[in-house]
């Protein structure tokens, strides 16, 4: 189209599709990282000041459509965040420092770059929080959205983590703040009222969660965790999942403490602090340490405003994976979030997700 791809600056009613990929390079992306090197080159280069020793470690997701969007919270913002989030998390499962973040779009034509623009604000404001930056990516037109990065770290010489290494005996610990994501859907699902800070508190976390990168790093360069993974399923299939890389069982205790806005909610929906704290969307760690260095780990990261919560330990396979849920003892029958199975996350009415992610006692 004569002149579109001279316009400059791009205004944000203008769909992606009236100005093709030319103009979108020149006056949407090279604004934003026109001074990243390599910028515009096939490859991401990533600085040699970057690469100290130790390897290197790579991961790669997709984003979903993020609950938030359907709790209302429509801004493209929200989607770029997660997307984000979603990656950096990996990282922090190895213990690795964050270097940057390749990114890769297919957009509707009819996006307009508004929408764009509050898009990369996501992924730029959440990757700035982590200490990293967009180093490259690729922008395609499609019929649907569809967002994908990959994300790429440097471990600590010696210090990667992953889901092996545990042992008998062994503590499970939920590195992180549980339950913001859902005590928010809940809050919008009118099961229970707040006043408006603690619903800010709230909705601040939901929408914008964080990896938990730096408590990742730091117990990795101690030596203070033997295994570890990101929560993204939900609890159980991570407790599962890191139970079957091990040949290990688990005992695993429902008697969990939540911050006290979520714990609030929990309250007036008629749920049990677990409930939440065993639901997806918090990008917590799970972590297997040594009964002699979690009160270490607890400290050292409570200096740095994480918590961290003792669920359980690591037992002999045949145990399986039991729920001590008071003095009731029983094999746990979670709930999981996993691609390709019944529960796999797809979106859906906000009444019915409640209940398929909170066991169906939030009706």
Sequence with gaps: MPGVTEISP???????????????????????????RGFGDDCAVLDADDLPGGELVATTDSCPTPLVTILGETDPYHAGWLLATINLSDLAAAGATPLG????????????????RRLLDGVDDCTRAHGTK?????????????????????????????????????RLLLVGSPGYLWAYALL?????????????????????????????????????????????DGLFPTVRTLCDANGLGAMIT?????????????????????????AW?????????????????RKSLAAEGVSVHEI????????????????????????????????SWHGGELPRLIDEVLGRRAS
């Design 134 to 170: 967009v180093v490259g990516g690729d922008l395609r037109d499609g019929p649907v959205r569809q967002l994908t990065a990959t994300a790429i770290g440097r471990c600590v010489p010696d210090a990667r983590l992953g889901r092996t290494g545990a042992s008998e005996g062994d």
């Design 254 to 278: 429902t008697d969990i403490r939540l911050d006290d806005a979520p714990a609030d909610v929990c309250a007036q929906a008629g749920l049990s602090p677990f409930d939440l704290a065993q």
């Design 188 to 232: 919008a699902g009118e099961q229970a009222s707040l006043p408006d800070d603690a619903v800010a508190e709230i909705r601040e976390r939901a929408c914008r969660p964080m990896a938990q990168v730096l408590a990742g790093r730091m117990l990795a360069t101690r030596s203070l965790a033997r295994a570890a993974m990101d929560v993204s």
């Design 281 to 297: 969307g918090d990008w917590n760690l799970l972590v297997a340490a040594r009964p002699e260095d979690v009160e270490l780990i």
């Design 312 to 343: 359980g330990g690591l037992t002999p396979r045949e145990g399986g994976i039991q729920l001590a849920d008071g003095d009731l003892i029983a094999p746990w029958q979670g709930i999981a979030q996993e691609r390709f199975s019944a529960t």
């Design 10 to 36: 791009v205004g944000d009613d203008i769909r992606l599709g009236d100005l093709g990929e030319h103009a979108i390079l020149e006056h949407i992306l090279r604004p934003r990282y026109g001074g990243v």
């Design 101 to 116: 973040l390749v990114v890769n779009y297919t957009l509707p034509k009819e996006t307009t770059a508004g929408e764009f």
